[in-house]
């Protein structure tokens, strides 16, 4: 079964720094990766997923970038952070279930404030 | 897909009632959905599946329909439980893209 490490679990940043999150995955190889966001009560928005190394397509147009550098790894940066970027930030992988479907499997999730 | 920029609506039910939580998707051409439940502060589960041909699908105390003429799916909980606290999101896909979410749906469990 797959595995996703998300760290830092919790962040408080101020309006301007850099951000980044890391996400990496154990127990399977050449995995989809994808970044949501939900903020605090509402939905998840989808940011940013990848097919395979060095590929990312970015759903939402916004001051966040994501890279994936190894296979297992999918990390989301900002150059400079705002307001409307808290929230909490989920990394997934997504596979096949037994029965031929389709699961998306979801991390810990990291908790974004920023001040 | 829904619009991901709304609060949650909620459903308050009383313990060892039957929920019903209901997801409206936009796409036809979306041919498998998942439900997931939230936990305040952890990632979506994975609670039951269900793929365009079926109608209905049922796994533990949990029962999916599907209309996918009116575009319509619902989750059906039995006997809900205070466990069963949570958000519960619908997800629909197409092919190999990703999952659409939908916004989500709080339901409260009144002991």
């Known amino acids: 079964s797959q595995t996703i490490h998300q760290w830092p679990a919790t962040l408080v940043q101020p309006v301007g720094s850099p951000l980044s999150l890391e996400c990496t995955v154990e127990g399977t190889s050449n995995p989809n990766l994808y970044w949501y966001r939900q903020a605090a009560g509402r939905g998840l928005q989808l940011l940013f997923y990848?097919?395979?190394?060095?590929?990312i397509s970015s759903e939402v147009p916004q001051n966040l970038s994501a890279s994936r550098p190894q296979d297992r790894q999918f990390i989301l940066s900002s150059k400079k952070l705002l307001l409307s970027d808290s929230g909490f930030y989920l990394c997934?992988?997504?596979?096949?279930?037994?029965?031929?479907?389709?699961?998306?499997?979801f991390g810990p999730g990291t908790r974004l404030t920023v001040t | 897909g829904e619009s991901v920029g709304l609060h949650l609506p909620t459903l308050s039910v009383q313990e060892g009632d039957n929920s019903i939580i209901n997801c409206a998707y936009s796409?036809?051409?979306?041919?498998?959905f998942i439900w997931y439940k939230q936990e305040s502060g952890k990632g979506p589960q994975f609670i039951i599946d269900i793929r365009s041909n079926m109608d209905k699908r049922q796994g533990q105390r949990v029962t999916v329909l599907l209309n996918k003429t009116v575009k319509h799916l619902s989750l059906q909980i039995a006997a809900t439980q205070p466990g069963d606290s949570a958000v519960y999101f619908c997800a629909e896909n197409w092919g190999n893209t990703p999952l659409v979410f939908g916004k989500g749906t709080r339901l409260s469990v009144i002991a």
């Open positions: 997934a992988t997504a596979g096949r279930t037994g029965t031929s479907g389709y699961e998306q499997y």
């Open positions: 796409n036809s051409a979306s041919d498998y």
């Open positions: 990848s097919v395979g190394i060095g590929q």
